[in-house]
């Protein structure tokens, strides 16, 4: 949870760094509407990018994939105790592949698509865009080393109010996330009661915005690009989202 090298996933680039770089020459270049909207795509289709390569996981982990934890994706992400596990959750995504396929013999591909095909879609846009809204914001920041802790990190977690039907529908998760990553074994049915204590308990950590999850999302696609390592006053250091309008800056064919 917001660990800049041991994150699990949506782990903020370095300004400078690889793709991080590209985005900013995107936004400094075509401008925030076409930023936005390729931001937008890559936040709803990069699910399965980060199942198959660990695309947005922290650089800790190296390359991994959700179904195979050998060969090049031999990673610390899936102890040796698990690897069973993942393969035999690997062999059931491709028996499903193979079903839809044979389903799409029988009949044709648009109804596949169109069935399965379209849900499945949805649910990994709204995972994506999910996790992003919980776990990023312009003013929340990424640590690293001593500056991290577990409750530090699940205190760095947002909530945030999505509209009714989807409240009631996920069960809350949205308005109760941060309870969520405190102590994931509260259920659901007592998550809004512990989510107001902890609101009472730790006023000046429980961090929650109202800002309706569109409006919230999109601040967050054309601005939260990359982060800057910053010293508080306090000596501490975090990672924090530079300026969204400045480009990268290129020296000596490095990025930095």
Not at 55 to 79: D, E, I, Q, R
Not at 204 to 213: A, I, N, S, W
Not at 237 to 250: G, H
Request: glycine share 8%; hydrophobic share 40%; aromatic share 14%.
């Amino acid at each position: 949870m917001n660990h800049m090298y041991e994150g699990e996933s949506h782990v903020p680039k370095e300004t400078g760094d690889g793709y991080a770089h590209y985005m900013r020459e995107l936004r400094f270049n075509c401008g925030k509407l076409v930023h936005g909207l390729w931001s937008m795509w890559v936040v709803s289709t990069g699910w399965v990018l980060y199942l198959m390569f660990g695309a947005s996981g922290g650089p800790a982990y190296g390359l991994t994939n959700h179904f195979w934890p050998k060969g090049v994706f031999k990673t610390k992400l899936f102890p040796k105790k698990w690897h069973a596990k993942v393969i035999a959750s690997g062999a059931a995504v491709i028996g499903v592949v193979a079903a839809l396929a044979y389903w799409a013999k029988c009949t044709s591909f648009a109804t596949v698509a169109a069935v399965y095909g379209g849900p499945w879609a949805i649910m990994n846009a709204w995972l994506g865009i999910v996790t992003l809204l919980h776990h990023t914001d312009v003013d929340v920041p990424h640590l690293e080393g001593e500056e991290w802790n577990y409750i530090r990190g699940a205190f760095l977690t947002i909530d945030r109010p999505y509209y009714k039907i989807v409240d009631w529908v996920q069960h809350h998760i949205g308005s109760t996330h941060v309870l969520h990553h405190i102590n994931p074994r509260v259920p659901h049915y007592h998550a809004q009661e512990a989510t107001e204590a902890i609101k009472k308990a730790f006023p000046d950590l429980y961090l929650h915005d109202p800002t309706p999850v569109h409006v919230a999302l999109w601040r967050v696609v054309t601005n939260c690009i990359s982060v800057k390592k910053v010293t508080n006053p306090t000596g501490s250091r975090q990672w924090v989202y530079d300026d969204p309008t400045l480009p990268s800056v290129k020296k000596n064919n490095r990025v930095f």
